[in-house]
């Protein structure tokens, strides 16, 4: 009993068990680093011609950081926000601008209303969504991971779906709403997506219902222990998800395998 009681301490440490708050598994960053403290910053780039162009595609021609800056803090922008910073995606940098600001706004719900909507400026069939342009601008090693957030943050929130939507989007959310694995996971499997977008939401699915299942153990009271003790269906269930993710390019947190592994200690 008492390595349980451990175990779960050291669980709650890394993972929020609120199944609105699935965007906690990325970390959470200030902008108050690298914003103005007042309003000193609008009133200094208020005439310096718009942030944009009308066709949301390329940032002005202030300097990248002050438009990233810009970006952040003008009002009205929040829902177009992630796509202009995709659109003008940069790699690298001292400090990591693109990413930086990406997690900051994928923690707040007025940038995240249309995640899984088609975006403000379509060129063509490969532009069409948010996670069309990460797959276009951002670095291969950074791909996955803002996947999945954007993927969180969209679960995170919940917004109402937009007249206008990724073909898989509906889909999605009918996964995202069921219980039981096996039908969730079909859904995701029978996306209309690529390969990777499809990887990406089944190791978040996969995730999302890894915290229900661990919900479920910890409610049992008296803990069934010793060396005859069978598993109770939650511990069952879990061991199943964990099972059905150990395709190569679905990664999930490998604390998940470790708590599997408690199992067969207590």
Known sequence: MQNWILRKRKLSNW???SLASQ????????LTTVLPNSEEFLVSTANAG???NS?????????YPESLKLLASAPGMEPRALEILLRNWRHGGETG???MYAKSFLQQSQYCQAIVGVNWTRWNHSDETLFDLVDQNVSYEERSSLT???LRAGLRFQHDLAPLNAPWAA??????????????????????????????????LAERLLVKEVESIWS???RPTGPDRTFVPAEREYALILQDSQEPKVELDERFAKYLLGFFHD
């Open 15 to 17: 993972i929020d068990l």
């Open 23 to 30: 965007t906690k598994l990325i970390p959470s960053l200030s």
């Open 50 to 52: 718009p942030l944009v």
């Open 55 to 63: 066709l949301l595609m390329f940032f002005s021609t202030r300097p």
């Open 97 to 99: 601008e693109c990413i």
């Open 148 to 150: 999945k957030a954007l």
């Open 171 to 204: 889909r999605w959310r009918e996964a995202l709403r069921q219980t039981d694995w096996f039908q969730a996971k079909g859904l995701v499997l029978g996306l209309d997506a690529g390969d990777r977008l499809r990887e990406c939401a089944f190791a978040v």
């Open 220 to 222: 049992i009271r008296p």
